[in-house]
């Protein structure tokens, strides 16, 4: 018996700057090149996901797993501002078009963290001609691919920057970020603001992100009526010993307010791997002897529930997993984290709230920013030398439990 509503979506996740590889015209990419550069490995190939994509979306397919989130990258799009690649735009009109020939559903996100280097060296997001720039590029994007994008997601984590300011569960840099700007600045001489590359940018994120995020919304829904929403890093934060205070501004800071942008929206996407406790002294560290994964998160299943359960109560839109995963070389680790996490998600469905899908993050094994190629997250390993796939038990794991049930793929 299936535990989840007829028509869930279930799938994985990928970013374009992540899977695709040779994504040399973007913000991240300059920064992986700079002297100092806080990121401990370039992403180079990837997982060159940007040739092999057929393949990939067969595999996926044919494990039984039907929606795939992908993302478009702006760097490629638009080179130079202003000029529209056509190639390129048919190149992703090609991956939306190849999903649907496999009865995937696409989720299409706008932005997933880049930016092209002309944009990130005048300023980037801090930018005033920002929000009509992205707003450009998400038209033209949004109008050559009509008709091939399922579900679209305008900004991925917008609030990143501030989950993380928090003592958020996101790898730490590996060198000093304000001298890599510097660097990246030199380098890419621009406007008089610097070089500032995606979330790594001072001021009002909330204010610029939310109009870039409905900008973007109407442009897309001008050339096709679908379901819109942005993306949103969700930690289910948890108040211990009286923290109570501290976790209600934590949390309006880093989600609440974020997700009352969404309730003009189609839906929302949260992603979540942890929880984070919250003493009346603030953030508490990870209770010792507590399971954790390879970047020294949490393991605590629960947190997805949680937080879905906060995203419909705040938003009230239907909710749509669109990240949640375990950074493990051990497979039986993600499979039985996965488990629990989609046992206390049943429940959330069985209580009536609004969730239409669950994407693990993620497909591939992928350059995980900040932390390089050090972590793996994928259902389907790549080898870094032959970029040959090897579908994990997982992936075969969560095919069957979108089949038939996650009681029965227990069996």
């Known amino acids: 018996m299936h535990e989840f509503p007829d028509g869930f979506l279930w799938g994985a996740a990928t970013a374009g700057h992540q899977v695709e590889g040779g994504n040399t015209n973007s913000d991240c990419w300059a920064m992986e090149h700079v002297p100092g550069s806080m990121f401990r490995a370039k992403s180079g190939d990837a997982a060159d996901f940007l040739h092999r994509y057929a393949a990939d979306i067969a595999t996926m397919a044919a494990l039984g797993l039907s929606t795939l989130r992908f993302s478009l990258e702006w760097s490629r799009i638009e080179p130079a501002e202003g000029e529209i690649s056509r190639a390129a735009l048919d190149h992703y009109r090609r991956v939306a078009a190849t999903c649907h020939e496999h009865g995937v559903t696409t989720v299409v996100s706008f932005n997933h963290w880049t930016t092209p280097i002309w944009f990130a060296a005048d300023g980037g997001w801090a930018n005033d001609a920002a ?8 038209d033209a994007a949004a109008a050559h691919l009509a008709g091939e994008v399922d579900w679209a997601c305008t900004l991925n984590e917008p609030n990143v920057r501030i989950v993380a300011s928090e003592g958020g569960a996101v790898a730490s840099p590996g060198g000093s970020v304000p001298h890599a700007i510097r660097e990246a600045t030199a380098r890419h001489p621009g406007g008089p603001l610097g070089f500032l590359p995606m979330m790594m940018w001072p001021g009002d994120q909330l204010e610029r992100y939310t109009a870039a995020h409905r900008s973007a919304r109407d442009a897309i829904k001008a050339h ?13 934060y948890q108040a211990v010993d009286g923290g109570e205070a501290w976790r209600d501004d934590f949390r309006t800071r880093a989600l609440t307010d974020w997700l009352e942008v969404s309730r003009d929206d189609d839906f929302v996407g949260v992603q979540n791997y942890t929880r984070r406790l919250v003493g009346p002294d603030g953030l508490r560290p990870v209770p010792e002897g507590a399971p954790v994964n390879d970047l020294g998160w949490e393991l605590y299943p629960e947190s997805l529930a949680n937080v879905v359960r906060y995203a419909a109560e705040v938003a009230g839109v239907p909710v749509l997993v669109t990240e949640h995963g375990v950074a493990t070389a051990d497979d039986a680790l993600r499979v039985a984290h996965t488990d629990a996490a989609l046992a206390a998600l049943a429940q959330v469905v069985a209580d009536g709230v609004d969730l239409r899908g669950y994407l693990h993050w993620t497909l591939l094994d992928e350059y995980e920013w900040f932390a390089g190629y050090r972590v793996t997250f994928g259902l389907i390993e790549v080898d870094r030398q032959t970029f040959i796939r090897k579908p994990r038990p997982s992936a075969a794991w969560l095919g069957r439990v979108a089949r038939v049930g996650l009681a029965a793929a227990r069996t």
Request: negative net charge; hydrophobic residues 50%; proline residues 5%.
């Open 224 to 236: 096709a009526d679908i379901p819109v929403g942005w993306t949103l890093a969700g930690e289910d």
């Open 131 to 138: 929000v009509d720039r992205f707003t450009r590029f998400v």
